[in-house]
């Protein structure tokens, strides 16, 4: 059974850094690709960054490029989202998630699994 | 503005089949799996169907097309514990990104 659970998470100040991680069990992690997705307060889902099984390619949305650093360590089974520079509008739940299909290049956009979420309410 | 673009709210009674659509462009929907994902009461999201595929767990009522660039989710027979958000994401080549639709609200009358 696929378990994603997360922790980190919390309230920080503006331009402050935060490591959100996402240990996972239930599959062959380094045969996924992973995923970080938020949800601002009463908006929808919107994807923030994913990574490759290996962790050699990684992806940004172009309002965390820069910002935010996705890595994985497959020795671990884990998951991490290192967030610097926050700024208010960075304020969501975050969810971890892992593709829906592994080896698969044209289901890269469907995801299969989500972690529990967890806050990140950034603020003075 | 969402690159995949959805209802805002759909409604049905208790038995009723209805449809939700994704609609996007050759660049995402037209190329790419769509997953579609169901979030209840501002829980944690969960998946419904990707592609054609049934994940483990989910009702046969439950279903999953694609048409050109318009992608639609099938409940047939619905119940009541299946009100909530329903949002579709896919790839899009142009942006290089995954994008999502801004989720369509499910009423059960």
């Known amino acids: 059974q696929v378990h994603l659970v997360q922790s980190g998470g919390g309230v920080v100040q503006p331009g402050r850094s935060l490591r959100l991680s996402c240990a996972a069990s239930?599959?062959?992690?380094?045969?996924?690709?992973m995923y970080w997705v938020r949800q601002a307060p009463g908006k929808g889902l919107e994807w923030v960054t994913h990574?490759?099984?290996?962790?050699?390619?990684?992806y940004y949305a172009d309002s965390v490029k820069g910002r935010f650093t996705i890595s994985r360590d497959n020795s671990k089974n884990t998951l991490y989202l290192q967030m610097n520079g926050l700024r208010p509008e960075d304020t969501a739940v975050y969810y971890c998630?892992?593709?829906?299909?592994?080896?698969?290049?044209?289901?890269?956009?469907?995801?299969?699994?989500w972690g529990q979420g967890t806050m990140v309410t950034v603020s003075s | 503005q969402s690159a995949l673009t959805q209802e805002g709210s759909v409604s049905g009674t208790v038995g009723q089949k209805v449809t939700l659509s994704c609609t996007g462009s050759?660049?995402?929907?037209?190329?790419?799996?769509v997953g579609w994902y169901q979030q209840i009461s501002h829980g944690a999201p969960k998946t419904v169907m990707f592609?054609?595929s049934l994940p483990s767990g989910i009702p046969d009522r439950f279903s999953a097309s694609k048409s050109g660039t318009t992608a639609s989710l099938t409940i047939s027979g619905l119940q009541a514990e299946d009100e909530g958000d329903y949002y579709c994401?896919?790839?899009?080549?142009?942006?290089?990104?995954?994008?999502f639709g801004g989720g369509t609200k499910l009423i059960v009358l």
């Open positions: 994401s896919t790839w899009d080549s142009s942006l290089s990104g995954v994008v």
């Open positions: 990574v490759s099984l290996d962790g050699t390619y990684e």
């Open positions: 998630a892992r593709v829906s299909e592994r080896y698969t290049s044209s289901s890269v956009g469907a995801l299969g699994f």
């Open positions: 050759t660049n995402n929907i037209g190329s790419y799996t």
């Open positions: 239930g599959f062959t992690f380094s045969d996924y690709a």
């Open positions: 592609g054609n």
